[in-house]
């Protein structure tokens, strides 16, 4: 006998409640998307729409009665009855924990805004571990034209590794290396990425989140504290390249594409696109030279 | 995906040592010479793809006939896998086992964890840091590491020697206990261990005291012949699987229930209701596991069944594979216990030449076989999800639950895992039935328990004591402390367990019992500390073995081992007291945040047995 054939599971209506308030949420939601209906903000640092869920970074943890440890809100879904904190003491001590333990070993200064926020809002001291705590601090590493990956910067949130791999690009030019504290974003043997199978697509670039990777263009400007945001305007366009239609933000200052990014909510590109979308635009500008 | 390879050609010997796992490589495309269809197909795809659970065995490989991994080996079992060598690489980076840069032929692993410390290892090291320089240099075509437990506590101090080279050549083997001279000789070129005499029945008796009356796991152990299929039978070996298969699955599982058998790997879950949530997986097909990666310091337990009744270990697998539609089993026992690998893999060969594995097991016309796994160095491995990771042929990283591996585990199936004196249980328990079972131990613990004593008792070994039995009572068993010693503390449950007083002494040995202290169990070490151990010392080993051994996903465990580490090293070695007991409170909020946060079980139990030191023992006390 052969099995019935399901067309769709009709989603259901869950109650759970958070910090006290009963909320309806859609079955197969995260706790994150039912937090966000309460218009509670939750902090997120491994998390993207674009990606699966990898839930490292442990920023997002909830506690839910019944449950022993705390539970990540960006990848655990509603279950019927759930009772859920988002700001007991436990919650605000894991999440202060998190952030002064990555603040205290990496370079966190180019993050967001709301990071910045959310470290005030936690109380964060990362200096409280004391000045001989290890980083991550290294050279950057500047071998090609195209882009920089500073991993100084990397707080080890899997994202680059997803977008260039199943999540995206398919391309799977680095991965996670080593172990432990030495755990670390890399090629083979360390390769730079002329040698690697990089194509240069800047996915990996568009979904970090800390500013490791980096255009070159951005990171030059930076060298030469050239770098102003305030000064940058963004034109929406598409790609001329190809047919698929990808759109482009172009990222200017003082009349010089700087960066190019492309939207996660664009339907064409979830925020991805190829080299030549990315990095093609030097003939837009080549002003007079031929 | 294209496989971009760009680090030059393998050797001879690296091409022989992948093609001896794989098979000779069949096109182009796979890294070998070009045939006529070379040109108009591509070859590989998903029967390719299906082979990347064998990345492990192609590194173990390489690693045993040419002594590490090379960029051009590892690219050629990229080719012949189809897998990214950015990823083999992370893969390889992983483990312990795997070397990426070239070593010498001969290495030596002392082991500097906390029964070798009490039994002297710090001495030792010290000897050879003399003589042959700091632990990872090479000289003179050999070299000495420090290692953390090899679970040969039993027999402190321990060390582990490789002989790396071809087929033939690569030989591994122990000096248990190791002596200065002993490793010395070793390492200037000297006699090889000679192992087998060593495992003789009374050896290993001697090794392995009994316990109390109640011997039952252990019966077999030290007085059957553990390579003998004829030995097992004439024991009564398969008995219990010919019974299992008269009663049907649903029986087994219903005795399993009665028994209230509680799972021996550390987090003591039901194995009844595990069973059963497997047979009842809508999704096929089921997988089998068991967990044989037993590196939790001061636990050998496993190593001693496996070594000395491996028949028992396969028998009680099919009876779960026949109990829970499993076809498949896999048996992953860590790098680090040779023998007891041979010993197992020499069991599976002769259960499946005399028809206990194999398309129709026992004749019942069910089918199930078993494929012996191989660890690579990493404790994080026998978490279970983590363990399905490795054979997957992935880095050792937990996968966050849910999906619970009855539901989804290896290969995203519904998988049973079970440690392996859990499944050793099982014998009797069909053999003689739940109930009666359930009528031995404590109403919530039933049954017996191996305890693996170690440190500072007169007899450390396995003993097997019914639950229940007061620490004192084992203690004593073990024929006690040292003349003219005092008890300073026990160690229970090993490096993720927690400290134990003299006061608590008669906590009985039950998974209630030592939780109404803020105990465990755990894996069953009883590591026993007299007054002349280095309390401190055995500290900052156990920072180190987590940081170390932190698989390095989630912040709370990966930036907080490494923290934990550094204060507890600013206070103890660097006697640092200006801020003493501010030191003291960030120790115990990343304590809370690893416990609250960590994806798994090493993060959440990696400050347990640091912060009981603290508030128990009163170590950080001035
Ligand atoms: C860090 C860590 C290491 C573990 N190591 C082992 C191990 O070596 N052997 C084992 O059987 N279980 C180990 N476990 C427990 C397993 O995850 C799992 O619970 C067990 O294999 C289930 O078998 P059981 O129900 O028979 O105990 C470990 C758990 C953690 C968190
Ligand atoms: S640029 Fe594209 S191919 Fe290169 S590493 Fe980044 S995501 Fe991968
Ligand atoms: S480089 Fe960026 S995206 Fe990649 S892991 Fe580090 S922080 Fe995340
Ligand atoms: S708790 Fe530690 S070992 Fe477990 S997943 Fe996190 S980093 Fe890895
Ligand atoms: S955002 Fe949830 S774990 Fe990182
Ligand atoms: S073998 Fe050394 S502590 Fe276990």
């Known amino acids: 006998m052969s099995s019935p054939v399901f067309v769709g599971v009709p989603r259901r209506m869950l109650q759970v409640s958070i910090d006290g308030h009963d909320v309806q949420v859609m079955e197969g939601m995260t706790i994150l998307d039912a937090c966000g209906r309460l218009g509670i903000d939750t902090p997120t640092l491994c998390n993207l729409e674009t990606l699966t869920p990898v839930n490292v970074c442990r920023v997002c943890v909830v506690e839910v009665e019944g449950s022993r440890v705390l539970v990540p809100a960006c990848s655990r879904k509603v279950e019927p009855g759930m009772k859920i904190q988002t700001d007991s003491e436990r919650v605000r001590h894991s999440r202060r924990l998190v952030l002064e333990l990555l603040g205290s070993s990496v370079d966190m200064s180019l993050c967001a805004p709301e990071v910045h926020g959310w470290m005030s809002r936690y109380g964060a001291q990362p200096q409280r571990f004391g000045p001989g705590a290890a980083t ?35 391309t799977f030019a680095i991965g996670v290396a080593g172990r432990g504290f030495e755990a670390h974003i890399s090629t083979e043997f360390t390769v730079g990425l002329p040698e690697s199978a990089c194509v240069y697509c800047g996915n990996c670039i568009g979904v970090c989140p800390t500013g490791a990777l980096m255009f070159k263009s951005e990171h030059d400007m930076r060298q030469a504290d050239t770098w102003d945001e305030n000064k940058q305007h963004v034109t929406e366009t598409v790609c001329p390249y190809c047919g698929v239609g990808c759109m482009l933000e172009l990222h200017v200052q003082d009349n010089s594409i700087v960066k190019v990014t492309s939207p996660l909510d664009h339907s064409v590109t979830s925020g991805h696109l190829c080299v030549k979308g990315r990095f093609g635009f030097q003939f837009v500008q080549r002003r007079g030279s031929g | 995906m294209d496989i971009r ?115 002297g290892a710090d001495d030792l090291c010290r000897e050879l840091e003399a003589r042959f320089g700091p632990a990872g240099s090479a000289r003179e075509g050999a070299v000495w590491h420090r290692s953390p437990c090899l679970g040969l506590c039993d027999r402190a101090p321990a060390a582990r020697v490789e002989r790396t080279g071809p087929s033939g050549h690569h030989a591994e083997g122990r000096l248990a206990p190791a002596s200065t001279d002993g490793v010395i000789a070793l390492l200037g070129g000297g006699v090889w261990p000679v192992e087998g005499e060593a495992y003789s029945p009374p050896a290993l008796r001697a090794t392995s005291p009994r316990g109390g009356e109640e ?25 219990a699987l010919r019974r299992a298969l008269e009663l049907g699955p649903e029986a087994v599982i219903r005795e399993l229930t009665d028994a209230k058998l509680l799972g021996r790997g550390g987090a003591a879950f039901l194995t009844g209701r595990k069973w059963d949530a497997v047979a009842r997986a809508p999704v096929r097909p089921h997988h089998l596991v068991c967990n044989a ?97 490795s054979i997957e042929g992935k880095r050792g990283e937990p996968r966050n639950k849910p999906p619970f591996p009855v539901q989804a585990g290896l290969f995203g199936k519904p998988t049973l895992v079970n440690n392996v004196e859990t499944l050793v249980n099982v014998l009797d328990i069909v053999s003689e039935g739940g109930a009666a079972f359930a009528a031995t131990g404590t109403p919530d613990s039933t049954g017996t328990r191996l305890f693996c004593l170690s440190g500072h008792v007169q007899r450390a070994g396995v003993y097997e004591v019914l639950m229940g039995t007061t620490l004192r009572a084992l203690i004593d068993m073990a024929g006690g402390l040292r003349e003219g010693r005092s008890l300073r503390a026990v160690l229970l449950g090993g490096a993720a367990g927690s400290f134990v007083t003299e006061a608590q002494l008669d906590v009985p040995l039950s998974f209630e019992g030592t939780r109404a202290i803020g105990a465990t169990l755990g894996s069953g070490a009883v590591m026993v500390l007299d007054d002349s151990a280095d309390l401190e010392g055995i500290l900052l080993r156990i920072a180190r073995f987590f940081r170390h051994e932190s698989c390095g996903q989630c912040v709370p465990c990966r930036v907080g081992t490494k923290r934990q580490e550094e204060i507890l090293n600013r206070l103890l070695v660097d006697r640092q007291t200006s801020n003493r007991d501010g030191d003291v409170a960030l120790l115990a909020d990343i304590a809370q945040a690893m416990r609250d946060a960590s994806i798994c079980g090493l993060g959440q139990t990696a400050a347990s047995a640091i912060q009981s030191a603290v508030i128990q023992l009163k170590v950080l006390n001035v």
């Open chain 1, 136 to 170: 991550v601090a290294q050279p950057v590493k500047v071998d090609n034209d195209l882009y920089v990956r500073d991993y100084s910067r990397c707080i080890l949130c899997y994202k680059c590794v997803e977008a260039c791999g199943v999540d995206a690009q398919n």
């Open chain 2, 5 to 119: 390879t760009t680090g030059g050609p393998p050797t001879a010997a690296e091409i022989a040592a992948v093609d001896a796992v794989l098979g000779p490589p069949e096109s182009l495309w796979e890294g070998g010479t070009r045939v006529a269809a070379d040109d108009h197909l591509a070859r590989g795809g998903r029967a390719v793809r299906s082979k990347r659970d064998l990345l492990l065995p192609v590194l173990h490989g390489l690693q045993d006939e040419v002594g590490w991994i090379s960029r051009g080996g590892l690219e050629y079992a990229c080719r012949r896998l189809n897998v990214p060598p950015a990823e083999a690489y992370g893969v390889a980076s992983f483990y312990d086992r795997f070397a990426l840069d070239e070593q010498p032929g001969l290495s030596v692993a002392v082991c500097d964890d906390v029964a070798c410390k009490c039994a």
């Open chain 2, 215 to 239: 011997i039952k796991l252990l019966r077999r152990v030290g007085h059957v012949d553990p390579q003998s299929i004829d030995a097992y039978r004439a024991a009564g070996g398969f008995a």
């Open chain 2, 293 to 389: 990666d037993e590196s939790e310091p001061g636990t050998f337990k496993d190593r001693v069944l496996m070594e000395g009744d491996p028949f028992a270990i396969i028998e009680a697998m099919t009876i779960a594979a026949v109990a829970t539609g499993c076809e498949r089993g896999y048996l992953y026992v860590r790098t680090e216990y040779p023998l007891a690998r041979h010993r197992i893999e020499n069991a599976v060969r002769l259960a499946r030449e005399h028809g206990y594995l194999g398309d129709d097991v026992a004749g019942s016309g069910l089918r199930f076989d078993i494929e012996v796994r191989r660890g690579a160095g990493a404790y994080i491995c026998g978490e279970e999800t983590a363990l399905f990771n």
